[in-house]
């Protein structure tokens, strides 16, 4: 079973609406969750990173909350754009460092006008 | 700054051949990482170095892939010999550190397909 599961898989949202997308995990120390976006064709970019401490975080129209007890975190995006389509992906490191690695598959969100 | 370089962009190869991509990372920055991304499995870190040495490799799936780092600015990832199974996108990626705080810098990928 992989450690971190997101939700939905796919989503279709009208440009202007909002969204939030879900991801829980089990990956045990925890050190850090990671959101990142992937167009299409493209290496995934960095979205926003959170400790065990962060409650939640904004980049811009995107905003990440974390609830360390009970493993989930979501990434809210407000007023989407086309720009917006794409997989967002969420990636929890157990420890110290980056061998520890678990990675979600992915939502893949799809604005449409 | 460009970026993380990767070469080639795409490759498309028969079973049993030498498959070989490059990596060039941001310069200054002291990790270096290699990424495969199919469909089923989603992103699987394969190993990564520090300082041109290698850290972690027990992501790579068999002794069919070997990766090297030569210097500070170059990196190799090797399939031999390649098979259909190995057709994904494999992604470079580098960072400052490791604390768990810093960000990692992907690069565009290359799309590999064997045959």
Same mark, same amino acid.
């Given at each position: +079973? %992989?450690?971190?599961?997101?939700? &939905?898989?796919?989503?279709?949202?009208?440009?202007? +609406?909002?969204?939030?997308?879900?991801? %829980?995990?089990?990956?045990?120390?925890?050190? %850090? =969750?990671?959101?990142?976006?992937?167009?299409?064709?493209?290496? &995934?970019?960095?979205?926003?990173?959170?400790?065990?401490?962060?409650?939640? +975080?904004?980049?811009?129209?995107?905003?990440?909350? =974390?609830?360390?007890?009970? +493993?989930?975190?979501?990434?809210?995006?407000?007023?989407?754009?086309?720009?917006?389509?794409?997989?967002?992906?969420?990636?929890?490191?157990?420890?110290?460092?980056? %061998?520890?690695?678990?990675?979600?598959?992915?939502?893949?969100?799809?604005?449409? &006008? | 700054?460009?970026?993380?370089?990767?070469? $080639?962009?795409?490759?498309?190869?028969?079973?049993?051949? *030498?498959?070989?991509?490059?990596?060039? #990372?941001?310069?200054?920055?002291?990790?270096?990482?290699?990424?495969?991304?199919?469909?089923? !499995?989603?992103?699987?870190?394969?190993?990564?170095?520090?300082?041109?040495?290698?850290?972690?490799?027990?992501?790579? $799936? *068999?002794? !069919?892939?070997?990766?090297?780092?030569?210097?500070?600015?170059?990196?190799?990832?090797?399939?031999? $010999?390649?098979? #259909? !199974?190995?057709?994904?996108?494999?992604?470079?990626?580098?960072?400052?550190?490791?604390?768990?705080?810093?960000?990692?810098?992907?690069? #565009?990928?290359? !799309?590999?397909?064997?045959?």
């Amino acid at each position: +079973k %992989n450690q971190v599961e997101q939700s &939905p898989q796919s989503l279709i949202i009208l440009e202007g +609406k909002n969204c939030t997308l879900q991801c %829980n995990y089990t990956v045990s120390p925890f050190s %850090n =969750l990671r959101w990142y976006k992937q167009d299409t064709g493209r290496g &995934p970019v960095s979205l926003t990173i959170m400790t065990f401490s962060e409650n939640t +975080k904004s980049n811009g129209r995107y905003t990440a909350t =974390l609830d360390a007890d009970t +493993k989930q975190s979501s990434l809210h995006i407000t007023a989407s754009q086309l720009s917006d389509s794409a997989s967002y992906i969420c990636v929890v490191s157990a420890g110290y460092g980056n %061998n520890r690695l678990a990675f979600g598959k992915g939502n893949q969100v799809v604005v449409i &006008p | 700054d460009a970026g993380v370089i990767q070469s $080639p962009r795409h490759e498309v190869t028969e079973m049993g051949q *030498e498959v070989t991509l490059r990596c060039k #990372p941001i310069s200054g920055h002291d990790y270096l990482f290699w990424y495969r991304q199919t469909m089923m !499995r989603g992103l699987e870190l394969l190993i990564y170095f520090n300082n041109n040495v290698p850290i972690d490799d027990s992501g790579m $799936p *068999e002794d !069919r892939f070997s990766a090297k780092m030569p210097n500070a600015s170059f990196s190799t990832l090797k399939i031999q $010999p390649s098979e #259909p !199974r190995d057709s994904a996108v494999y992604f470079c990626a580098s960072s400052p550190g490791t604390s768990g705080q810093e960000t990692q810098y992907f690069g #565009p990928g290359t !799309r590999l397909l064997v045959l």
